[in-house]
């Protein structure tokens, strides 16, 4: 009797061979603009778009972002800007990707790269065309990836018996995000970061709800309409969040004021690299005496100031009517 490895073998392997709507899926890709065929059941398609903001961005210290991340940025070529479109929003074992888009920055343009999963059976080698890219790389950096994309990666790479994805320092511009705008937007997704922060409008796009069953429909149908929209999507998330890393990077590495964050969420921010900068910012809020805002001034003064100093600041704000 076959084993459950051999028959599922068998079960991939007829699939492939039993795929009469292969060719036209090939052919309506190719008539996109920029896609072509890559492996059976894999397209992929490479665009390069000019940069809003000046794409220089050296001698980071990507502690900024994460303190798990005590290192230098040499070059912003150094980073892969990453996303996945999958069957999902909540992920779990049954959740696939069927859309990645891996970004690179080089000189003022952003090169964005675009796999498509056509249908199940190819998923592995759609998965190993990722990971290899991936591997090229020096930095991640994504929106939400460190909860979502990334983890969703390793195990597909685990359920078809692959080595996991490559371990890269990973910058997730989301907690960022959050520290300097969760008071003062609606929410911290991307589209509102892009469209309140940057002042990027999407000419036209797809709601992230409807990106899943648009793929199921081509499943069922071999019908390209919507996928298109999706497509766009996908590429426009990599440059949004490439255009997000240069304005938040920039403004920190140069000690540069942003008006539109929380004073408290930026000085935490500079709080790892530069305390006396990070004490001016926090110095601007108006309610000074707030638990959270008192804790960190005490944490800079602590660091900044002389004992006796501190200990005079420390009885000031802990005890102010004394």
């Known amino acids: 009797m076959a084993t459950l490895r051999e028959r599922l073998a068998y079960q991939r392997k007829t699939s492939c061979s039993r795929s009469p709507e292969f060719n036209e899926t090939v052919k309506a890709l190719t008539r996109l603009d920029g896609w072509h065929h890559l492996h059976k059941g894999v397209s992929i398609c490479i665009q390069k778009d000019t940069m809003q903001a000046q794409a220089v961005l050296d001698k980071l ?12 940025l040499s070059s912003i070529s150094d980073c892969v800007f990453f996303d996945l479109e999958t ?67 390793r195990t597909r790479c ?4 692959l080595a996991p994805p490559p371990e890269l320092p990973h910058i997730d511009l989301v907690y960022t995000a959050r520290s300097l705008w969760r008071k003062h937007l609606p929410d911290c997704s991307l589209h509102t970061v892009e469209a309140l922060i ?42 949004s969040l490439a255009e997000l890393f240069l304005f938040i990077g920039s403004a920190l590495r140069d000690g540069r004021r942003l008006d539109t964050a929380d ?22 809020i108006e309610a000074i005496n707030e638990k959270r805002t008192v804790r960190l001034l005490l944490w800079l003064y602590r660091r900044i100031l002389p004992r006796q100093s501190y200990l005079q600041k420390r009885q000031e704000l802990l005890y102010p009517q004394s």
């Open 61 to 72: 210290r990507l502690l900024y972002f994460s303190a798990h991340l005590d290192m230098e």
């Open 87 to 153: 069957t999902g929003l909540s992920g779990g074992a049954g959740t696939i990707a069927f859309l990645a888009a891996l970004g690179r920055i080089e000189n003022n343009s952003i090169v964005i790269r675009q796999y498509f999963l056509s249908d199940y059976p190819y998923e592995s080698a759609f998965l190993q065309e990722l990971c290899a890219r991936l591997a090229e790389a020096k930095y991640l950096v994504t929106y939400n990836g460190r909860s979502y994309d990334y983890p969703l990666l």
């Open 158 to 161: 685990i359920m078809n018996g």
């Open 198 to 239: 940057l002042g990027i409008k999407r000419a036209l796009d797809i709601p992230g709800h409807l990106i899943p069953g648009l793929w199921f429909n081509f499943l069922r149908t071999q019908d390209m309409a919507g996928l298109e929209a999706v497509f766009v999507h996908n590429a426009d998330d990599i440059k």
């Open 263 to 284: 004073r408290y969420g930026h000085a935490r921010l500079l709080a790892r690299i530069d305390p006396l900068a990070a004490l001016h910012t926090l110095q601007e």
